[in-house]
Every structure is written in structure tokens, then in C-alpha cells.
């Protein structure tokens, strides 16, 4: 592309050279299985016979190997709001299979979890390795080898990272990201932000906050703020795996349902028995990971996925770093406003512009790459348009000129910030995520005297007992991947706030994570080397006097670490399955490489 901006030509061509080992590696890995199982003729007819044994109509077109047979890989469960719709999904895309000559089959299906559930509690110590598990539940099942091309439904916040790292090491195959969409827009998020806050002062009761949560989170589909699920979508289109405008259509309507039957037609074009052959190994490049980095950035996007993209693009044999990020942040401008960085949610942003005006923008102003391979077969540029039915043909439309909302969605040219607000932080602290963008810029350096908790329990109860009024910096260690899997600290987010507005410096430290729903306190956040691996972080004290500034990007204390003693280690962790991922933690990578155990073993 002619006009793409030097900062990104400079950040792709030095991860392309970074990775030209890796990628390699797996391009070839890619190439053998191809010619190893480009299709199910080297089955044995009893494992061929197995494989069918159940698929009634479909049974005498996949025995003679002649039709395109797609994968179905299922991320359902009727608890999680965001994957409840798909319960039917399976029987629909059957029928659209038939429609072009095609046999479908679910070939298997991953655990969903919710942080939202597991927020604050137990559970959430599986959550960040439940995406190595979803990969793995992934390469099980596409394990049989029985599919020309794979479908993989997945909305939320490690599921489609899961899936995307699994799927990648069968990138021989096409893939398509189906979701199903977000619940419809409940009370405002000002309103319930408020309840929140109300509630950490003891202002009002359980049965309030609980009205208030259900009047937000009150139907099937995809929780509307824009946190690690949405931006998994955004994601999804900036890599080229959705088909065109796919991210935020509702669910439960004749459009969300043309546009999945597109999705299925399109995956039998692109298989070698089709006219258009797309292995999701050149879908997904260095350039579609920057893409996948802009978008993050231009919209605001979840800090979580700091440590998911490194973890999808190492699955690819890419490696990308937090100095990627920072560079790319500089040069990438804040273009969308979307709760908790605005007050509209995801419905509003899709109304006003949504996918189809990011992608435009940022592909007119040469921040993201149009030459890359996609699902649709027009490139990139088709993904600057939006779906509709007309006569229930389904069509696509030019993205708006004219923002729907200018307080959401804005231009390049007049953008938000001019940053695209998730910068590193470093020094004798550590490396560590700021998320600039739903911060006051006033609060992006603050310089305070620190408390040191183990856990988020100690500090809600410090917070209680009133020992937090002052200017303080909050730090919160062992809860990095080896130590605890590095559940979300979100929970923290309303005393913490509600220190702030009382007038105080506020300011959290942590090797633990924070979603896209982190909010508006300062927070260095994914702090690497962990405290488990023997990080600064193990060693600071009570009243070290720690520095966060985002202006310079640090993270430092003024205290000497040298000759301390660190932090005692914390108990192993039991109870509702957490000692059956001892070896995740064990095993697990830094924050900056994706905290991932699975990786980390394969040598990948």
C-alpha cells in the first residue's frame, strides 16, 4: 500500500524479520499436513465408516468423499448469555451446507467460561488457562480429520483466542469466525456505574446492585460494554476471519442469520475442492496481527488482549512484544468512544458507523494494511461496508460518511486522542500495560507511597476498614500466570474509584490482569517478570515510594530492592478445580509472551 504510514511499515517489517524462524517453522509444519490430509481418502474404511456412522442424510455424501464436509467447533452452553444462541446453530448450518452441494458435522465442542460470573472468586484462577484448554479442546477436536474446512463459533473472552490458537496449528484448512451477537442494550452504563460505586460505599444494599446488574445483563447475546468479548469481534474483522460486518449484528434475526449462512456457504469456496482456496495459515500473517494491533488501539479495545495476541500470533509462528504495542500506539489515534471509554455501549457504535467506519478510516489513513488475504474474497476493503437484507437478499452497503454519533465514533483526522491509548510502561519495576484511554490524562502520572497486598480480598477489606484515604499506589502481587493464573482483578476497579473521586492519588500495580472493562483508575497492569518469577514486584515494601507515568512511560521505585528478601511464595491453590492446573501454572510463560503453559512446553 502506497500511503501506509512508515510507523506501521516499521513495526511490520520488524516483526517479519523477528519471526522469520518461527514462521517458517510453521509454514512448513502447514505445507506437510496439506499433503499429508488434503482430504479423508487416506482413512481406513473402518475409521471413514466411524465417521459418518451418525450423519443420517449427509452419510452417503461424505462416504464418497466427493462433497466438501465443514467442521463445526462449538463454543455452546445456555449459562454464557454470548454463546446461548448457538444452540441451534448447528442444525441451521447443516441446511446451508446442503444448499451448495456441502455435509456439516459438529466436530467437537470447547468449554466457555464467563469471567463475569467467576469475577472476584475462585474460578476465576482457571480462566486465563481455560484458553490453553480451549486450544486444545480445538485441536481435538478437528483431531479426525474428517473436514475440508473449518467453523468455528466463539464470542468471548479467552474462547476465541482459545480457538484461534488451536485452529491455527490445523492451518491447513480455510476457517471462518461465526458469532452470533450482542444482548440489546439494557440500563445505561452511567446508571450502573453508579449503583456500583454506591454500593462499594455501603451506600446501598445487594438487592439494589442486583437489580441494577440484571436490568444490564438481561438477555441472550454478547455483554454490550466494550471489553475482551467485543473486542474479540473488532478483532476478528481487522484479521479478515468474519465475514464482512459479521461483529455486532443482534442476535435471533433474519440478518444474523443471513449473514451465518454466508459464513458457511463462503468456508466450502475456500477449500481445495473449492474455486478459492484460503488456509487459515495465510489468512492470519505479521500483517493480519497488526491489523488485529490498530484496530485494538484506534477503538480502545480490552488490555487483555496484551497477552492474547502475542498467544494467537506464536500459534502462527509469529512473535510479536509490548514495544510493538507502544509503537504502534503512538501513531494509531483513539477513534471510538464505547463504555467504559464512552457512555454508549456496542449497539450505539455499531448504529453509528460501527466495524465498516473503523476499517474505512483507518485503511484511507494507511494505519492498516489492505493487502492481506481474507475470508471475503474482495479483501480487506470489503470489510469498510455493513450487511442489510433487501427483499431478503443479503447485500452490502458502503460504511456511513457521517458519524451516527460524535460523541462514539470520530475521524482520523479529528480524532479522540491522538494515542491509541495502551502504552508500556518500564523500569525497576517491571514491564507493564497503562491503558491511557479511559484515563483522565490528568491521572496518567501519579507518584505515591505503596501498600502491598497478596490478594484483591485484603485490599477491599483495607479499603473497608478505611486504612486507603490518602494518596496511595496499590499494589497487588501474586497473581501473574505461575502464581495464581492471573485471574481479573475488576473487582478492585469500584473502591478504587471511589477513592479517586474522593480527591485522593490512586494508582494499581499488579502482575494480575484487568479486562476492558478496567475503568477510569491508573493502572500498570500484566507487570512482568511476575512476582513468582522473582520479580521487583516480590520485593517492594509497604511505603516504597512508587512512580507510574504513562507521559514517559515508567514504572519505577525510588526504594533499593537490592538485599531484600522476597515476598513468601502463596499457598498452592485448592478447591473448585484449581489444583487440576497446577501444571498450567507451572508451566506458563510471562505476560508478554502470553502466559501461556501450552506454548511455552511445545517450543512454539
Sequence with gaps: MSNLSPVVARVTDRIIERSKPSRARYLAMVDREAGRHSDRSFLSCSNLAHGFAASGEDKPAIATGKAINVGIVTAYNDMLSAHQPYGRYPEQMKLYAREVGATAQV??????????????????????????????????????AMYDGMTLLGICDKIVPGLVMGALRFGHLPAVFIPSGPMPSGISNKEKQKVRQLYAEGKVGREELLASESASYHSAGTCTFYGTANSN??????????????????????????????AVHRVTEMTRKGDDFRPMAHVVDEKAIVNAIVGLLATGGSTNHAIHLPAMARSAGIVIDWEDFDELSGAVPLITRVYPNGSGDVNHFHAAGGMGWVVRELLDAGLAHEDILT???????????????????????????????????????????????????????????????????????????????????????????????????????????RANGMPEL???????????????????????????????????????????????????????????????????????????????????????????????????????????????????
Design 107 to 144: 466436530a467437537g465442542g470447547v468449554p466457555a467460561m464467563c469471567d463475569g460470573v467467576t469475577q472476584g472468586f475462585d474460578g476465576m484462577e482457571l480462566s486465563l488457562f481455560s484458553r490453553d484448554t480451549i486450544a486444545l479442546s480445538t485441536a481435538v477436536s478437528l483431531s479426525h
Design 233 to 262: 469481534q473488532m478483532m476478528m474483522e481487522m484479521m479478515g476471519l468474519h465475514i464482512p460486518g459479521a461483529a455486532f449484528v443482534p442476535p435471533n434475526t433474519p440478518l444474523r442469520q443471513a449473514v451465518t449462512r454466508a
Design 490 to 604: 475488576h473487582k478492585l476497579t469500584p473502591p478504587l474509584g471511589v477513592l479517586q473521586d474522593r480527591g485522593f492519588k490512586v494508582a494499581l500495580v499488579t502482575d494480575g490482569r484487568m479486562s476492558g472493562a478496567s475503568g477510569k483508575v491508573p493502572a500498570a497492569i500484566h507487570v512482568t517478570p511476575e512476582a513468582l518469577a522473582d520479580g521487583p514486584i516480590a520485593y517492594l515494601q509497604d511505603g516504597d515510594v512508587v512512580r507510574l507515568c504513562a507521559v514517559d512511560g515508567t514504572l519505577s521505585t525510588t526504594a533499593d530492592l537490592s538485599g531484600r528478601s522476597p515476598a513468601p511464595l502463596p499457598a498452592p491453590a485448592e478447591g473448585m478445580g484449581r489444583e487440576l492446573f497446577a501444571m498450567f501454572r507451572m508451566n506458563a510463560g510471562g505476560a508478554e509472551q502470553g502466559g501461556s503453559s501450552m506454548l511455552e512446553v511445545a517450543g512454539l
Design 375 to 481: 475470508v471475503s474474497k474482495d479483501g480487506m476493503r470489503a470489510y469498510a461496508t455493513e450487511p442489510t437484507l433487501n427483499d431478503g437478499e443479503l447485500t452490502w452497503k458502503p460504511a456511513p460518511t457521517v458519524s451516527g454519533d460524535d460523541a462514539m465514533l470520530s475521524t482520523v483526522a479529528k480524532p479522540f486522542l491522538p494515542d491509541g491509548g495502551m502504552r508500556l510502561v518500564s523500569g525497576n519495576v517491571g514491564r507493564a500495560t497503562f491503558k491511557t484511554s479511559a484515563v483522565d490524562q490528568g491521572r496518567w502520572t501519579i507518584e505515591a507511597p505503596c501498600r502491598v497486598f497478596e490478594t484483591q480480598e485484603a485490599v477491599i477489606n483495607a479499603f473497608k476498614a478505611g486504612e486507603l484515604d490518602r494518596d496511595v499506589v496499590v499494589v497487588v502481587r501474586h497473581q501473574g500466570p
